[in-house]
């Protein structure tokens, strides 16, 4: 299939062509015909299926079909749960609509909001946004979705984990009812169904390769390990291995400073990326990381979640992830599309059930190896970590009042409660 053939205009052809992408992806095939046909899109999608142009395409063709003369409101929203990811779907929307006559711009919190404000006052058709930030910018009367036409909510799974249901909510509630609905999720939990059933009418559902497909591509092993040794352990198996380009997650934002601080002491060019680091510090440590100018970048999920980078030879997990899915979406950094990638974990006896769930889920033991001098402690507890002891912490089911446990609840946590600049705290 090509691009031509799914309808898209002239000048989206030449955008997508200097781009250099010569088929569209299976997401793309799949959801650009009914979003052109002005369809509601239900797509089960995670980063690197190219779903950004999956929705970002056909959006821009309907928007450019039908322009608004002078003055320009906002006809498009697309919701992220990230800076990161927010800034990344603007680079594309920028790139994509570069032939055609549509103005855009981005928002989010953590950084000065005159500009942002300036952008929207000078009209704009698309507008990408955190929630936090769009909702701060709607309460001063700086902006208005009142003439929004489509609505696009991405990675919406990653929107409830970090518990803005309430926020949408206030967002769609700012909408006009009669609008197209594109609704982008990895995963499906009941409360993601919940959602989409309250947002889409009669949805047409679009999905991209399994998941699992991509779990058995990538070489996996589990090293099984003191939990006081993780540290020299990773060190010596990037070291000795001349590791470059190293993706590491930590569960914890302060678990990633202290790593990432070691690694630097023992000569390893090292960034951590994390909610507590000025956006700035971010854009930084992820250019100095695709650059190889930074061999290690060490990461918690919620930073890491759609970073645009390219397929990385190693993904570590120095901390196995309480939550499945995460692994799977951690590990889906390397191997995709048939590159050769490793995915290592670094398992202490008190991740061992953490192990077992995701073994479970992956429906497959993962290959278990012990490296001299760092055998694992056969005293130690296997009792899982409690949640509190790491602040980015997401333990199964538990609610939990704290700002952050709820911040971080897991999918099936129902006791959300509104946030307020939400954004500036991811
Ligand atoms: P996404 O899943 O939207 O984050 O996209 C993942 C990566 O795939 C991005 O770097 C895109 O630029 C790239 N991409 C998107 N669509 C295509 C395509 N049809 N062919 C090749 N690369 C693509």
């Known amino acids: 299939m090509s691009f031509q053939s799914l309808g898209l205009s002239e000048a989206l052809l030449k955008a997508v062509s200097k781009k250099g992408y010569t088929t569209p992806s299976p997401i793309q095939q799949k959801a650009i015909p009914p979003v052109l046909e002005g369809k509601d899109v239900l797509a089960s999608a995670q980063t690197g299926t190219g779903k950004t142009a999956g929705f970002t395409l056909p959006l821009l063709h309907l928007l450019s079909e039908n322009p608004k003369e002078k003055y320009r409101p906002i006809r498009a929203l697309i919701l992220t749960p ?6 990344q779907v603007y680079a594309n929307v920028k790139e994509y609509s570069e032939f055609l006559n549509l103005r855009s711009a981005v928002i989010f919190g953590g950084v000065n909001q005159k500009p942002q404000a300036s952008a929207i006052r000078q009209g704009i058709d698309i507008l990408v946004a955190t929630p936090g930030r769009l909702l701060d910018l709607q309460n001063q009367g700086l902006l208005s979705l009142k003439r929004v036409e489509i609505f696009v909510l991405d990675e919406a799974d990653r929107m409830l984990d970090m518990g803005f249901l309430r926020d949408i909510e206030k967002v769609i509630a700012m909408m006009p009812e009669k609008r197209q609905n594109l609704m982008f999720s990895a995963t499906f939990s009941k409360d993601i169904k919940k959602l989409a059933h309250g947002i889409l009418n009669y949805p047409i559902q679009v999905e991209a390769t399994p998941e699992n497909t991509t779990v058995e591509a990538i070489s996996q092993k589990v090293y099984r390990v003191a939990k006081a040794k993780k540290t020299d352990l990773i060190i010596k198996l990037i070291s000795e291995g001349n590791w470059k380009q190293v993706l590491v997650f930590t569960r914890t934002k302060h678990g990633a400073n202290r790593l990432c601080e070691k ?9 951590a990326i994390h909610g507590n680091k000025s956006q700035g ?52 950094r390397t191997g ?14 008190d991740e061992t059930t953490f192990l077992k769930d995701i073994e479970k889920l992956i429906e497959m033991k993962l290959p278990v190896e012990v490296v001299e001098g760092f055998e694992p402690d056969p005293n130690a507890s296997t009792v899982p970590i409690k949640q509190g002891q790491g602040r980015q912490n997401r333990s199964r089911g538990n609610s939990n009042n704290s700002r952050n446990s709820n911040r971080n609840s897991n999918r099936n946590n129902k006791s959300r409660r509104p946030k307020r600049n939400s954004d500036r705290r991811n």
Request: glycine letters at 8%; a positive charge.
């Open 82 to 87: 990230t800076r990161e990811l927010a800034a």
């Open 263 to 271: 690694m630097v002491k023992s000569g390893i060019t090292a960034a």
């Open 281 to 332: 510090a971010r854009t930084k440590a992820l250019a100095g990381f695709k650059t190889a100018k930074i061999r290690v970048l060490v990461a918690t999920d919620i930073a890491a979640r759609g970073l645009d980078i390219p397929l990385l030879p190693h993904v570590i997990n120095f901390e196995l992830p309480n939550i499945s899915e995460d692994y799977v979406h951690r590990i889906g």
């Open 336 to 349: 995709r599309a048939g590159a050769s990638g490793e995915a290592l974990s670094l398992v202490s006896a």
